[in-house]
């Protein structure tokens, strides 16, 4: 089950914030070599920089939180029980859980407000509830992902996605 979601976030997630990152590489390529050979830029190039770079952090952010890749304080780890550590990291998934669905149900409100004023970027005139409904829909995504580990407990690190018997083929 866990390796399951692990390969949807893979495929879904990850896939996506890769075509994101990939396409700013070469958006930046192609308008820095237009304002350097052509002496013209592409309009509201920085304006999809900026929309691409949501996709790729908040893309990426499920699946960082599933994997536990984030940042953690470990320092004092070997001086608390596992049974302790356990019930820590169930309470901090409890925590993220709560504050990443406590961000998502705002950036909804505030998606809701921006489609409700009509607001677009400057250049583009691209709308921005969307790209705010994206990002609500990825943090209450996060948010569940944590709180199936208040439940289970993470794959253990270094895991593969894959079932054994498939991983064990040559």
Excluded at 35 to 63: C, D, H, Q, W, Y
Aim: charged share 15%; aromatic share 8%.
């Amino acid at each position: 089950m866990l390796a399951r979601i692990e390969r949807l976030l893979n495929l879904s997630t990850g896939a996506v914030a890769a075509a994101a990152l990939f396409a700013i590489m070469w958006l930046t390529l192609f308008d820095v070599g237009g304002r350097k050979f052509l002496n013209n830029s592409i309009t509201g190039a920085l304006e999809l920089t900026e929309i691409l770079m949501v996709v790729v952090i908040f893309g990426a952010l499920p699946l960082v939180s599933w994997r536990g890749e984030h940042v953690v304080f470990d320092s004092l780890d070997r001086l608390i029980p596992p049974g302790l550590q356990r019930l820590q990291a169930r309470l901090v998934h409890l925590v993220c859980t709560g504050v990443f669905g406590l961000f998502a149900w705002l950036l909804t409100e505030r998606a809701g407000r921006f489609a409700e004023y009509g607001e677009t970027t400057v250049q583009l005139r691209l709308p921005m509830a969307p790209v705010a409904w994206v990002m609500a829909a990825l943090l209450l995504l996060t948010a569940l992902l944590h709180l199936v580990y208040v439940f289970r407990p993470p794959l253990p690190a270094g895991h593969e996605a894959a079932p054994p018997a498939e991983a064990s083929r040559p």
